[in-house]
Nanobody, 125 residues
Framework: QVHLVESGGGLVQAGGSLRLSCAASGRTFSRYAMGWFRQAPKKEREFVAAIRWSGGSTYYADSVKGRFTISRDNAKNTVYLQMNSLLPEDTAVYYC??????????????????WGQGTQVTVSS
């Protein structure tokens, strides 16, 4: 059974940085794609970034391109989301997700198979 645990959320001022982590267990993830999504109050869950576990190719939403970086540490089975130049509109619960096909250009949440519990990110103005 796949288990995803996010950490690293918190409160930060606009312009600041945070790094989210997603510890993955329960499978060999070499044939998976890993993604980050976020959901703000009263809004739909939206795609943020994805990475192919094997090879490391990445894909980003336009809204975070150039500010956020997704990466993975194979030895630790952990995926990261480095968030720089944060804006108040980045405030949301951030979720880690995994899908069993290693294609990163997939932005619809229903195409992902496993989800973490989420971590809150709040950016103050």
């Amino acid at each position: 059974q796949v288990h995803l645990v996010e950490s690293g959320g918190g409160l930060v001022q606009a312009g600041g940085s945070l790094r989210l982590s997603c510890a993955a267990s329960g499978r060999t993830f070499s044939r998976y794609a890993m993604g980050w999504f976020r959901q703000a109050p009263k809004k739909e869950r939206e795609f943020v970034a994805a990475i192919r576990w094997s090879g490391g190719s990445t894909y980003y939403a336009d809204s975070v391109k150039g500010r956020f970086t997704i990466s993975r540490d194979n030895a630790k089975n952990t995926v990261y989301l480095q968030m720089n130049s944060l804006l108040p509109e980045d405030t949301a619960v951030y979720y880690c997700a995994a899908r069993t096909e290693p294609i990163v250009q997939v932005t619809r949440s229903e195409r992902y198979d496993y989800w973490g519990q989420g971590t809150q990110v709040t950016v103050s103005s």
